[in-house]
């Protein structure tokens, strides 16, 4: 499955932005990841099939929220109330088995080339 992610940008603190990904299949998780510079990549979100289950870090609970279309193989990430700390590149993630949690980076099957977001 070949991944391209669109919406990043610079925000100022507070402000929102909305990540899109567009997939040319279907994978039953999709997720959203990011790193940081110097940082380790980390799970930002993930949403399983139809948008049944959604999982969040509890850095971004409350503040991100994650949907996806399963009839046009897009997933999305509206991020509102920006931190700095949210600044990194972040990933669209597509995977195919249904077992491991859902913030082990190793568990995705497909990559996008990453957008990255700044907050300052």
């Known amino acids: 499955v070949q991944l391209v992610e669109s919406g990043g940008g610079s925000v100022q603190a507070g402000g929102s932005l909305r990540l899109s990904c567009a997939a040319s299949?279907?994978?039953?998780?999709m997720g959203w990841f990011r790193r940081a510079p110097g940082k380790e990549r980390e799970g930002v979100a993930a949403?399983?099939?139809?948008?049944?289950?959604?999982y969040y870090a509890d850095s971004v609970k409350g503040r991100f929220t994650i949907s996806r279309d399963s009839a046009k193989n897009t997933v999305s990430l509206q991020m509102n109330s920006l931190k700095p700390a949210d600044t990194a590149m972040y990933y669209c993630a597509a995977r195919r088995r249904t077992f491991g949690s859902w913030y082990i980076a190793s568990t995705y099957d497909d990559w996008g080339q990453g957008t990255q977001v700044t907050v300052s």
């Open positions: 299949g279907y994978s039953i998780y």
């Open positions: 949403i399983y099939a139809g948008g049944s289950s959604t």
